[in-house]
């Protein structure tokens, strides 16, 4: 008969030189990021860079879309979120700042159809005239204008949600 065989061991690569493994290690985990304070201030300066452009498209072709309040609201709580972490007072921080955005947008683009009409720039209308603005938006809102609302404070919550799954 021949000689007997050991069993082999189980770990192929236990008998490697230098013993090291195959493999690249787990990278670690990615740092925690509970900050509302910059959640907020992310929040607050998505909000009026989206409620800018939210209110030129709007103005510049004298109506309202409603996809685009679901992009203003989805920014504002998207980057909460990704700023902030998650702190669960960021999801209804960013539902309030978007609606604050969409009515400021709906604002502004009432402020740049007026200039196209008036001789007057768009500043002196925005800001020496803001009342005016709020008193012609609360005449001209019908049913849809508060829907672009409650749209884009239910896509910032969920953006804010979503942003960290």
Do not use: C
Not at 29 to 50: F, Q, T
Not at 62 to 71: K, S, V
Not at 115 to 141: C, I, M, P, Q, R
């Amino acid at each position: 008969m021949s000689q007997p065989v050991p069993p082999p061991s189980g770990n192929p690569f236990a008998d490697a030189p230098g013993g090291d493994a195959p493999y690249a290690p787990t990278p670690p985990s990615a740092p925690v990021r509970d900050n509302i304070g910059l959640g907020l201030v992310a929040a607050i300066v998505a909000a009026l860079v989206a409620a800018g452009a939210y209110g030129a498209i709007g103005g510049a072709i004298e109506r309202e879309i409603g996809y685009a309040a679901i992009g203003v609201g989805f920014l504002v709580g998207f980057a909460a979120a990704k700023v902030g972490g998650r702190n669960p007072a960021l999801p209804v921080i960013s539902a309030v700042l978007a609606l604050g955005a969409v009515y400021l947008g709906q604002l502004v683009a009432i402020a740049v159809i007026f200039t196209k009409l008036g001789d007057l720039s768009f500043t002196e209308y925005f800001f020496n005239h803001f009342s005016d603005l709020t008193k012609v938006w609360k005449e001209a809102a019908d049913f849809m204008s508060y829907v672009f609302l409650a749209i884009g404070a239910v896509a910032a919550f969920a953006g804010a949600k979503k942003a960290n799954d």
